[in-house]
């Protein structure tokens, strides 16, 4: 059990579709992040929250919509993705600068 | 901003060979080096961690040491097994300045053990 739960665990999704994948942790953390990891490639960090804001914003294309109603609870709202979009997204929570991250299991997403 | 660098990106040893993988970081400011492991299709979990306060931390058959002056910080298995097949990922972050809950991580090091 890691604290962080993500759902769903798998989603396939057509181009023109609309989802938001979930992360929830009841770890007392202050910080949550999404990341991107594609095959052979490094973990890419997208988004930030640190006290439900937004403190980091990555480059990421519009397309992506991250929300952070509360320090437990964020969301990542998918539309119009691109096939190169296809990937694990990573969900992970800290609760102070010096301690480390703790992960989520992920969500694979798949774009056809 | 800060920057790790990471290497080997793979490395092949023997069941019970050593095996030590090398980052550098570019802020001198940084104090926190965590490393995680990732088994395929599993999420990257921590496995150790050092501060900028010590220079060496062991755990069993793992071990972390940092070079502050040198900025590179290193993971050092030994007796290694099947088990510690994984990709191992390096980070870096430092508690001062706007980015003080961002993580920075290295490409990853493919390690593959061997029997």
């Known amino acids: 059990e890691t604290g962080v739960t993500q759902t769903p665990r798998h989603l396939v999704m057509g181009m023109t579709n609309k989802k938001s994948l979930k992360c929830e942790q009841h770890?007392?953390?202050?910080?949550m992040y999404w990341y991107k990891q594609s095959a052979k490639k490094p973990l890419e960090l997208m988004f930030v929250?640190?006290?439900?804001?937004?403190?980091e914003n990555n480059s990421v294309p519009s397309r992506f919509s991250p929300e952070c109603p509360n320090s437990s609870h964020l969301f990542l709202h998918l539309h119009t993705l691109q096939p190169e979009d296809s990937a694990l997204y990573l969900c992970a929570s800290r609760r102070q600068v010096d301690q480390p991250q703790h992960f989520g299991d992920g969500t694979r997403l798949s774009i056809l | 901003g800060e920057n790790v660098e990471q290497h080997p990106s793979t490395l092949s040893v023997q069941e019970g060979d050593s095996a030590v993988i090398k980052c550098t970081y570019s802020?001198?400011?940084?104090?926190?080096f965590p490393w995680y492991k990732q088994e395929l299709g599993k999420r990257p979990q921590l496995i150790i961690d050092?501060?900028?306060?010590?220079g060496e931390k062991k755990d069993q058959r793992i071990a972390v040491t940092l070079n502050k002056t040198a900025k590179h910080f290193s993971l050092h298995i030994t007796e290694t097994q099947p088990e510690d097949s994984a990709v191992y990922f390096c980070a870096a972050t430092k508690n001062s300045g706007g980015s003080n809950y961002k993580l920075t991580f290295g490409k990853g090091t493919l390690l593959t053990v061997n029997p």
């Open positions: 050092i501060r900028s306060n010590v």
């Open positions: 802020d001198s400011a940084s104090n926190y």
């Open positions: 929250y640190n006290f439900k804001e937004q403190t």
């Open positions: 770890l007392g953390h202050n910080a």
